[in-house]
Structure formats: structure tokens, C-alpha cells
T-cell receptor, first 115, second 112 residues
Framework: GAGVSQSPRYKVAKRGQDVALRCDPISGHVSLFWYQQALGQGPEFLTYFQNEAQLDKSGLPSDRFFAERPEGSVSTLKIQRTQQEDSAVYLC?????????????FGEGSRLTVL | QKEVEQNSGPLSVPEGAIASLNCTYSDRGSQSFFWYRQYSGKSPELIMFIYSNGDKEDGRFTAQLNKASQYVSLLIRDSQPSDSATYLCAGGRLNRDDKIIFGKGTRLHILP
């Protein structure tokens, strides 16, 4: 497709389980961002890639969160030993690159519910 | 800590009136600012971006930027019920390897 694709759209996990969320950005987009959006809140920055390089991971809440983009296209956000406070929508966004307008193109998000 | 602040609302505006949404930011290095609209259960979509001081108009929407006051606003003229949504203000550094920071969003409700 032409847009940013995220999977799964919905994920229910038991506390302590590991989860992996996938993002397939728009073809050719250099920059890729992950955001966490809790109910009623704005998107909170998690991490940012330029191609395969993770330039900023300052927003990752703990060492249970890990993101990768090994070939500079598809990215995976992994959450280990999930906790209830991890319940949120995880948004992936891509953009053509740092020298473009800065517009972010968002996927539909992955809604994670931790029981 | 770079921050973008918005009043969470809800802001209620009669149909046909002007809706005014405001945002302040803490990082003086931020150069590019964005307004995104987010319908309930959907992803954010870009309405406008602005880089230069002053006004930028696009149809019913006008973005205003005042870098000295670190203030960004969005005006929506002739408000329609379909404008009811959460409006997210965001800022970042154009041409730099830097993240885009979002505010918490303002809920706008257009009263028919």
C-alpha cells in the first residue's frame, strides 16, 4: 500500500508477556518515528531512526522497550515483560527525511492492552 | 526538556464561528511547527505547518507563529461540525536530526 502500515492493529497481552509491534513505512522514507499515545493524551516520543541508525531513543520508558530498523525500512518495537502501564496506542510515523517539510505520515497504530 | 503546551479543552464553538487554538513551546531552537487533527480512534493527520513568523493561510485555516513569544496558534474560520476533533500542536527543528514533540492536544467541539 501507499501509506504507513502497522501490525497488529490490536494486541492483548497478559502481564509479563513480550510483544512485538511492526511498522512498514512509506517506501523511500528515510525517517521513522515511534510514539506512544495514552488515552486522552498527545503522542509521546519514543524513538527515531534515520535509515537504519537509531538517532534518538531518549523517550523509551525503560530498558524493557527496544526498537530496531535493521535494513532501514521495516521497524519493530519490542516490549519485554509487559506491564499494565504499557497499555496504549503505539503510533509509527515516517517522513521523507530530515531536510523535507517535517510532515509525519502516521500509520493506524497498534493498540496494546495489557491485562 | 523540550515541551509543547496546549490547553486540553474541551473548547466549544458554535457552528460558523471562528475557533482559536493556542500552543506554546519551550525550545527556542525549534524552527518548524505543525498542527495535526486527530479524530477519535484515528491517527493524526497534518493540517498545516509553519516555519516563519507571521500568518499562513490555507482555506479556512490560518496558522500564526510568534517566535519571540514562543507561541503558535491555529484559527479555523466558518467552523463546521466535521471540525470537531482533537488538535495537536507539534514542534521540531527543520533540517536537523531531531524529533518532533507533540502537545497533549486540545479537544474542539463545534456546536450545530
Amino acid at each position: 500500500g501507499a501509506g504507513v502500515s502497522q501490525s497488529p492493529r490490536y494486541k492483548v497481552a497478559k502481564r509479563g508477556q513480550d510483544v512485538a509491534l511492526r511498522c512498514d513505512p512509506i517506501s523511500g522514507h528515510v525517517s521513522l518515528f515511534w510514539y506512544q499515545q495514552a488515552l486522552g493524551q498527545g503522542p509521546e516520543f519514543l524513538t527515531y531512526f534515520q535509515n537504519e541508525a537509531q538517532l534518538d531513543k531518549s523517550g523509551l520508558p525503560s530498558d524493557r522497550f527496544f526498537a530496531e530498523r535493521p535494513e532501514g525500512s521495516v521497524s519493530t518495537l519490542k516490549i519485554q515483560r509487559t506491564q499494565q502501564e504499557d497499555s496504549a496506542v503505539y503510533l509509527c510515523a515516517s517522513s521523507p527525511g530530515p531536510r523535507d517539510t517535517g510532515e509525519l505520515f502516521f500509520g493506524e497504530g497498534s493498540r496494546l492492552t495489557v491485562l | 526538556q523540550k515541551e509543547v503546551e496546549q490547553n486540553s479543552g474541551p473548547l466549544s464553538v458554535p457552528e460558523g464561528a471562528i475557533a482559536s487554538l493556542n500552543c506554546t513551546y519551550s525550545d527556542r531552537g525549534s524552527q518548524s511547527f505543525f498542527w495535526y487533527r486527530q479524530y477519535s480512534g484515528k491517527s493524526p493527520e497534518l493540517i498545516m505547518f509553519i516555519y516563519s513568523n507571521g500568518d499562513k493561510e490555507d482555506g479556512r485555516f490560518t496558522a500564526q507563529l510568534n517566535k519571540a513569544s514562543q507561541y503558535v496558534s491555529l484559527l479555523i474560520r466558518d467552523s463546521q461540525p466535521s471540525d470537531s476533533a482533537t488538535y495537536l500542536c507539534a514542534g521540531g527543528r527543520l533540517n536537523r536530526d531531531d524529533k518532533i514533540i507533540f502537545g497533549k492536544g486540545t479537544r474542539l467541539h463545534i456546536l450545530p
